[in-house]
């Protein structure tokens, strides 16, 4: 035998690792597990943390050829059955998401939502004024509706409704929320300033503001612009101030039709406020002859307003445009009087499901549900009796979220503090064990912050949990929920979910959330979620359940559970004539998340981190890992693999740094892939087409410490099998 010479060796191994990295063979990436079982980061049950939403079912979805404002009450309804029953139910449900959230998407569209239709009026012989729902069960409820607000003073927002203060129209007016007065929360009305802002679209001069009120006036309110180059709102409220016109101050204010000159001058402006913060309590004269209900007399109400400027003579310049739509001069405010009729019911904005149908149907599975209360649009009373009725019902409920999305409507932490505290103390005196929570935040990234308060602080739950606290109340917040609609524009945008997971979880953190007090994702998807089917919702799903997890929360809820007629997906794609025509790659992620990475038992399951070292040339990580210990005594692995051009080949390996051992998956391992080869949706027409479409692929491999597990490009990977303890 021919014996080598050292520089003959070294020779030959630069050679040979030269052609294995070139053939794509250099050394085995690694997925490494902090096994160690004082490691765990949360631990949870499927049957309790992995759910679903339910949100209203919109009138004439999926039938374009309907108009929508056409569409009759009955017609609502049968879709509303066909949604939730037969093969449409039986495929939801073979998902695998285990409790349902009830969405409350009234709340969105600033109306008034009657739970139950039994009820009674405030101003019985008219059917008018504040609804509240009966808490007996003697009827069933299988359908219930919104009544659109007519003393509406925001333009945008998700409804279809339009600002009454600029409208056109001096009979119609805006009016705040009487709850937020002194008559019902005991405090000065100066510490729940309401307000009035107005768009003007861009900057413009203005020197001079109308304001048309009505009946209850403010005596005392400052007129203010905006010095921000950003709206005030979002990404600009910390970005600039309120400052007060030189003669903007008012004090004892006479009401009726006022005309202002705010400065001698002429300002560039594009937002305006009125900040208001002593009332009149003084009565509309047609209201008072019909009701002697206080709610019409406190607070603030506007018919109508006019900015612009006013010359030297007195003539008045009008820059707003009034008309009763979406094209007038916008507007938002503080909060709307909840104040209807039975005249406002409109059916064509959809069925907000009826709570003994939502029961009864099986999409709930039996479990307990998060159910909603209208808190911002509604009364103490009526939330309190709904919760009765649940309970009389005897219904399972595990949580109840104290309204929907107080961001999006531009309220300010203490106004909903002060509504969260009645209508929490309205709900206990009848149903003491119930546990409130939310605010059910809008999905968002960063914190939710509002206009700083005199300390400086604009941290919305920050501020909210400060008043809670100062009226000792804090035992009344039991859980914190929030939404997470994280943007899907870019491939590269999958790389982002766990940093934006952690980082969002952490402001909360920051902001004071007490570390005994659990928080749920309560809605959430990826922004365009029902306008494609692309395999990328798949990888995002997993990659997002597994990094909220991680970070501590107590359970996440998918959006959007029932499929809309029509449209492809994200969870089914049904036709418009309500048949199932395909399933989705979240479908087949979501089965893969809740049976085949978790048991779907209600038993506790261990999660723990992981670590990959592989990354491209930026430094993102390719391919993330969720490891849980399962309650079967099986380890099952969840691999992400994110790079769309490259298969991965991985160790795994479960590090035990406390006794100093490693361990590996030997003998069976499953293995349950969801890649390009079996799933790829086709863009195109209405809904495009999915071909392949399922199912996973699955396996058994023979495990051992130097495996190689192989992950497609783009492909979510589940792994699981037993652990064997050694010294590799």
Known sequence: MARWTNFQLVEMYAAMFVLCASAGMAEAQQVVIDAAPSHVVNSFSPV????????????????????????????????????????????????????????QNTELQIEAWHWNPKGDWSNPSQKEGYFTGSAEPVETIHHSWSYPLPRRGDTVGDGDGWSRLTDGDLKSFWKSNPYLTSAFTGEDDALHPQWVLI??????????IQIAWANPYALDYKIQFWTGDLEPFYRGTTKGTWQTFPKGSVTDGKGAT????????????????????????????????????????????????????????????????????????????????????????????????????????GITRGLPAIVPIAMLYGTPEDAANEIAYLDKRHYPISRIEMGEEPDGQRMLPEDYGALYIQFATAIHRL????????????????????????????????????????HGRLNDFT????????????????????????????????????????????????????????????????????????????????????????????????????????????????????????????????????????????????VTAYPIKRPDGNWSVMLVNRDRDHDHAVKLKFANAEAGQNSFFP???????????????????????????????????????????????????VLRGNISIGSK
């Open 48 to 103: 309790q943390a992995l759910g679903a939403g339910v949100d209203r079912l919109r009138a004439g979805e999926g039938a374009p050829e309907m108009n929508r404002r056409d569409i009759t009450r009955e017609e609502v309804e049968t879709n509303t059955d066909k949604l939730l029953s037969g093969p449409i139910l039986a495929a939801i449900l073979a998902a695998g998401w285990q409790p349902v959230t009830y969405r």
């Open 199 to 208: 768009d003007l679209g861009k900057k413009v001069d203005v020197n001079a």
């Open 258 to 361: 006022t005309t202002l000159k705010l400065v001698d001058w002429k300002i560039p402006v594009q937002y305006i406020r009125i900040w208001m913060t002593k009332s009149s309590n003084t009565c509309d004269a047609h209201k008072s002859q019909t009701s002697n209900d206080k709610r019409d007399c406190v607070g603030y109400a506007i018919n109508e307003l006019y900015a612009g400027t006013l010359s030297s003579d007195g003539k008045f310049t009008d820059l707003v445009n009034h008309v009763p739509s979406r094209k007038q001069t916008i507007t938002w405010v503080s909060s709307v009087d909840p104040w209807h009729s039975d005249s406002d019911l409109d059916v064509t904005m959809g069925d907000q499901v009826g709570f003994d149908f939502f029961f009864h149907s």
């Open 431 to 470: 149903v003491p064990n119930a546990k409130l929570g939310g605010p059910s935040f809008e999905g968002t990234l960063g914190d939710v912050e509002v206009w700083p308060d005199a300390k400086g602080n604009a941290s919305f739950l920050g501020r909210f949990l400060d008043y809670l606290k100062s």
């Open 479 to 622: 859980f914190f929920s929030f939404e997470h609609y994280p943007r899907n524009n870019t491939w590269n945008d999958l790389y982002r979910e766990p940093g934006f997971v952690s980082h969002i979880v952490q402001v909360w953190k920051d902001d004071g959330l007490p570390p005994d007090v659990p928080f749920f994702m309560t809605e959430g998807n990826m922004e365009g979620y029902e306008k494609t089917a692309d395999i990328k919702q798949a990888l995002w799903l997993a990659d997002y359940v597994g990094s909220m997890m991680t970070a501590g929360a107590s359970g996440t809820f998918y959006f959007h559970y029932i499929p809309t007629p029509g449209h492809p997906g994200p969870l089914l794609t049904v036709d418009r004539d309500y048949r199932v025509v395909g399933y989705p790659a979240q479908y087949f992620s979501t089965q893969m998340i809740t049976k085949e990475w978790a048991q779907p038992v209600d038993a506790m399951h261990q999660l723990f981190k992981a670590s990959s070292d592989i990354m491209d040339e930026s430094g993102n990580v390719l």
């Open 667 to 717: 003998g069976p391992v499953d293995q349950v892939t969801l890649g390009p080869s079996q799933y790829q949706w086709h863009p195109g027409g209405t809904m495009g087409h999915i071909d392949p479409d399922g199912p996973p692929l699955r396996s058994t491999l023979n495990g051992s410490a130097d495996t190689l597990y192989q992950l497609p490009k783009a492909s979510v990977t």
